[in-house]
């Protein structure tokens, strides 16, 4: 009979991997590089929102100034509101690609190469990085 405790404790194989990984600088420098790039633009672009959102309740005279024919303003700031938001996914998308994913990459790699190493019977691991040796200290 095993206990909630017992299996809790047990866990999945690697869990103490994670655990250094999490801890370790390399994923502290990913989760910053994440903050540095989302919280900005999270900020600016709820910024941008509420402004909209304020002009349309009490800027009425302002949003209802025609532009061209029937557009007024509000309906070309409701526009770049759309705009702003596949632009800000573009620009994610770009920056994740070169910023991001890199470091995801090594991170997942990194915890990768040891289990493979563990069920290796040869004493050798061929992979991205070339051939692992087998020797607990080599790695």
Do not use: C
């Not at 869990?15 to 790039?37: I, T």
């Amino acid at each position: 009979m095993t206990t909630e405790h017992t299996r809790a404790s047990q866990g999945p194989p690697g869990v103490e991997r994670y655990a250094q990984v999490h801890e370790g600088p390399e994923f502290a420098e990913l989760r910053r590089s994440f903050r540095n790039f989302a919280f900005p633009l999270t900020v600016g672009f709820i910024s941008w929102y509420l402004l909209y959102v304020l002009l349309s309740n009490y800027a009425g005279g302002f949003m209802g100034t025609t532009v061209v024919g029937n557009i007024n303003v509000a309906f070309v700031l409701g526009l770049l509101q759309f705009l702003t938001t596949f632009v800000i996914a573009w620009l994610y998308a770009r920056y994740a690609d070169s910023r991001l994913d890199p470091k995801a990459d090594a991170l997942r790699e990194a915890l990768e190469v040891p289990h493979q190493r563990q069920s290796e019977p040869t004493g050798t691991l061929s992979g991205p990085t070339g051939t692992l040796s087998g020797k607990e200290g080599d790695a």
